[in-house]
């Protein structure tokens, strides 16, 4: 026999060698394959635990919808009273039967204000009397001449 060739001995022992590399990736094989397969199962439970809380979460009634904070009231004695008062009537109530209710002195009506009230700062009073309106035949022979 030459070198370049192999004798049934050393045949065997390549054989016996390359067994051993194979045994050695199937059991590292193995190992990933319980790796995953745990990390399977652990995705499949969480799975199951979503599936049961969208389950149990579409069988709950609608909530209500949120109560509207309560509307701060004025603490004015004086609020207070005319809550009092409407609350004692049996009927709506006007302005001036609540004011009569509460013995409030009651202004007389004015039919119009005075013209310092109206006009405060003067813009619209004119220190002359008005002049009388010119009918628009007396505009049209004015500008005629």
């Known amino acids: 026999m030459t070198g370049g060739e192999l004798t049934l001995g050393a045949v065997l022992v390549r054989l016996e060698e390359r067994e051993g590399e ?5 059991e590292t094989t193995r190992e990933q394959i319980a790796q ?5 199962d652990e995705l499949d439970r969480a799975a199951e635990e979503v599936r049961i809380t969208r389950k149990t979460l579409l069988e709950l009634p609608d ?11 004025p603490d004015h004695p004086a609020y207070q009273q005319i809550m009092a008062v409407l609350a004692a009537a049996e009927a709506p109530l006007r302005a001036r039967q609540v004011c009569e209710a ?12 005075p013209a310092d009230l109206r006009f405060p700062l ?17 505009a049209h022979d004015s500008r005629a001449r």
């Not at 194979?22 to 199937?26: E, T």
């Not at 995953?36 to 399977?40: D, F, K, P, V, Y």
């Not at 509460?102 to 204000?113: Q, V």
């Open 22 to 26: 194979i045994a050695a990736q199937a």
């Open 36 to 40: 995953l397969t745990a990390r399977l």
């Open 63 to 73: 909530p209500l919808p949120p109560a509207p904070p309560p509307s701060k009231l």
């Open 102 to 113: 509460m013995d409030l002195e009651i202004a007389p009506p004015r039919t119009a204000a």
């Open 122 to 138: 003067g813009v619209l009073l004119s220190p002359q009397p008005p002049l009388p309106a010119e009918t628009a035949d007396q």
